[in-house]
T-cell receptor
Framework: GAVVSQHPSWVICKSGTSVKIECRSL??????MFWYRQFPKQSLMLMATSNEGSKATYEQGVEKDKFLINHASLTLSTLTVTSAHPEDSSFYIC???????????????FGPGTRLTVL | GDSVTQMEGPVTLSEEAFLTINCTYT??????LFWYVQYPGEGLQLLLK?????DKGSNKGFEATYRKETTSFHLEKGSVQVSDSAVYFC????????????FGKGTHLIIQP
């Protein structure tokens, strides 16, 4: 199956700083990528949908100015948590829909996640 | 809005036992339904899916049938192995590949030898 990587796998930062998380599709091109957030013992919550070359679509209740998403190429999407606070501490997971014959629009491929801890 | 409810764990079984993890959903229209599995330290992997009522998804001995009348998609396996220990997520997607997924909370399955 297709591989999606995330970097970093975990990060600790001070309150007020910004953190960038990268999501890459390694062996296929993804026109659409999704960002999810997971709290301990909770389900994954969709935060936003990013499409290559256009603005991301945010779910209700997600602050677009706080969670900046850039999808500048078919293999890379980034999530920047701006002015992070302890309540932003969470597990962030990206997934990528496929493009072209090598991928199926019925399946999303997930990255391993990034654990963010804001002190 | 859409929602998925699944039994919470942990669920602990002995090897070769029969497994059922219940999943029910609430959604408008005709969503596609999925089971994902997450092994320790890895990303979610698609286990099986069903896109319309009465479809049965199956993979690696796991099965789930899309039951529209009961809005359910229960996961079953006849004989579990230690290697099946993982967290299982039930999910739905209302539209096509350009739509995100709505997940249940996940069920931690522990299989003892």
């Amino acid at each position: 199956g297709a591989v999606v990587s995330q970097h970093p796998s975990w990060v600790i930062c001070k309150s007020g700083t910004s953190v960038k998380i990268e999501c890459r599709s390694l062996d296929f091109q993804a026109t659409t990528m999704f960002w999810y957030r997971q709290f301990p013992k909770q389900s994954l919550m969709l935060m936003a949908t990013s499409n290559e070359g256009s603005k991301a679509t945010y779910e209700q209740g997600v602050e677009k100015d706080k969670f900046l998403i850039n999808h500048a190429s078919l293999t890379l999407s980034t999530l920047t948590v701006t002015s992070a606070h302890p309540e932003d501490s969470s597990f962030y997971i990206c997934s990528s829909g496929g493009a072209g014959e090598a991928s199926s629009y019925n399946e999303q491929f997930f990255g391993p996640g990034t654990r963010l801890t804001v002190l | 809005g859409d929602s998925v409810t699944q039994m919470e764990g942990p669920v602990t079984l002995s090897e070769e036992a029969f497994l059922t993890i219940n999943c029910t959903y609430t959604a408008t229209g005709y969503p596609s339904l999925f089971w994902y599995v997450q092994y320790p330290g890895e990303g979610l992997q698609l286990l099986l899916k069903a896109t319309k009522a009465d479809d049965k998804g199956s993979n690696k001995g796991f099965e789930a049938t899309y039951r529209k009348e009961t809005t359910s998609f229960h996961l079953e396996k006849g004989s579990v192995q230690v290697s099946d220990s993982a967290v299982y997520f039930c999910a739905l997607r209302r539209g096509g590949g350009a739509d995100g997924l709505t997940f249940g909370k996940g069920t931690h399955l522990i299989i003892q030898p």
